[in-house]
């Protein structure tokens, strides 16, 4: 569902136009699941800390994920 709300923070129209696409086939994946929610794992999740380190590489990850802009994902 579109969000009204949203950032219409792109280059140009068209741009708009090509990710408001792109949401709509990744939104009309038949039979996309996220799984079951395992309650006794989130409350033991709860409260959990890791290293300064772990925190530093997945930050660096999220933000290569969102330099490459789609660049290797499959085309549905």
């Known amino acids: 569902m579109p969000n009204p709300d949203r950032d219409l923070d792109f280059r140009n129209p068209d741009a708009f136009a090509e990710a408001e696409e792109g949401r709509r086939r990744d939104e009309s994946v038949t039979g996309a699941d996220g799984g079951p929610v395992d309650e006794a794992a989130m409350r ?4 959990l800390i890791t290293t300064e ?15 490459q802009k789609g660049e290797g994902a499959p085309v549905v």
């Not at 033991?44 to 409260?47: L, Q, S, V, Y």
């Not at 380190?53 to 330099?67: D, F, L, P, T």
């Open 44 to 47: 033991a999740a709860d409260g």
């Open 53 to 67: 380190e772990v925190e530093a590489a997945y930050r660096e990850h999220i933000e290569r994920g969102a330099r």
